[in-house]
């Protein structure tokens, strides 16, 4: 990462994501899953890939 702002919140982040930072294939099958079968049954409900930042 070339801004060193951006570096340092990134760390932090990365510290506090207690399920781990998203890797493109992570990404990949989230992107994929509302366009499968098993979301037939889903409705309104919000997808959040950043580790679980939330839960802190």
Do not use: C
Not at 30 to 39: E, G, K, N, Q, R
């Amino acid at each position: 990462m070339g801004d060193p702002l951006a570096a340092k919140l990134f760390a932090k982040a990365e510290a506090m994501a207690k399920l781990g930072v998203m890797e493109p294939e992570d990404l990949a099958e989230l992107a994929a899953f509302p366009a499968s079968p098993a979301v037939a049954k889903i409705t309104g409900q919000r997808m959040s890939a950043i580790g679980g930042l939330p839960a802190i």
